[in-house]
């Protein structure tokens, strides 16, 4: 058993790994502001379901709570998830992403300093790529151009995280996620929001001529991904978890479609800032060092998204 400090853990992914790690039979502390960059009420359902969990609300930008937290939890790893997401979103308010993504972050890793051996798992973004034309990503590829603020925090933070692990010596581990989806995914996120759309009659956004391309990669392979690392966390790694497949929009609208037993309407607009033309994770590093071993085809996670979807939302 371990004990565990989950920030972030009422959200989408978070509540799915403090699941999965009670289910093991650890010790969970879950810290979550509980903010309303979407209905605070989706992430209070999902604490909820986390019996056996405590449930701090509270800000990582709290330091006096963070310490206090450090100090009652004798945390074997925390687990860093809480930060402002989103690309388009950051654009509007690049001030606020700096303050939560970074400060938020380097409040963790100072209070980490006084807990010698204490993991750290930092959940990083592929937004950190920018416009990568090497496909898919490594780890190894040279990332100077992040096209987002969004993503420049997420760089930043990773670069922190060396910092720290170099200076006090903390076991650090960074996640590269590529766009995940499932169960209790954000409401504004491309599928849970297609996916309400084309099953209310409502036309689609449709960013380009269809042909930019995601790697999506299912909740479940996510967060197999954050255990294998928080077992695994030692030296400074960063790790790719993706699918390592991508599907274009077009793709992507037509399968929600047929899933959802609906012809989509299309709502035809432009490239947006921030957005890039493909993502697609090389896993190799995480496949040997994880084990690490993605399986869930895309039209198989979206069956399993529209099937929660209407028996919850619809």
């Known amino acids: 058993m371990s004990r565990i400090l989950v920030t972030g853990g009422a959200g989408f992914i978070g509540s799915h790994l403090s699941e999965r790690l ?24 999902n604490a909820k379901a986390l019996a056996g969990a405590q449930i701090v609300t509270g800000d990582i ?27 388009r979103p ?50 190894v ?8 603020p969004y993503a420049a925090t997420k760089r930043a933070g990773e670069l922190h995280c060396y910092t720290h692990h170099h200076l006090y010596g903390i076991p650090t581990t960074c996640l590269r996620f590529f766009t995940v989806y499932g169960p209790r995914q954000r409401p504004e996120m491309a599928i849970h929001k297609f996916v309400r759309l084309c099953l209310q009659g409502e036309p689609i956004p449709f960013f380009g001529d269809g042909t930019t391309r995601r790697d999506y990669t299912y909740i479940d392979d996510i967060v ?27 793709e992507l609208v037509q399968w929600i479609g047929e899933v959802c037993g609906v012809e989509p309407s299309l709502d035809r607009q432009s490239m947006q800032p921030g957005d890039v033309l493909v993502t697609y994770a090389n896993v190799s590093k995480a496949k ?25 939302q619809a």
């Open 288 to 312: 040997e060092r994880l084990g690490y071993a993605p399986s869930t085809a895309v039209r198989d996670g979206l069956k399993r998204f529209v099937e929660w979807y209407r028996k919850t």
């Open 61 to 87: 930008r709290d330091q006096s709570l963070v310490a206090k937290l450090f100090a009652e939890g004798e945390f074997d790893c925390v687990v860093h998830l809480a930060a402002m997401a989103g690309v």
């Open 141 to 148: 590829d040279d990332i100077h151009h992040p096209v987002s």
């Open 22 to 45: 009670l289910q093991r039979g650890d010790e969970i502390t879950v810290l979550d502001n509980f903010n309303d960059f979407y209905d605070p009420a989706i992430k209070r359902e």
């Open 224 to 250: 197999d991904g954050v255990v294998r690392s928080v077992d695994r966390c030692e030296g400074y790694e960063i790790y790719n978890l993706g699918e390592s497949q991508t599907t274009s929009l077009a």
């Open 90 to 139: 950051s654009l509007l308010d690049p001030l606020h992403y700096q303050d939560v993504n970074i400060r938020g972050t380097l409040i963790l890793l100072e209070e980490l300093r006084k807990y010698e051996g204490t993991r750290f798992v930092f959940a990083s973004s592929s937004s950190v790529y920018g416009a990568n034309e090497n496909v898919p990503f490594s780890e």
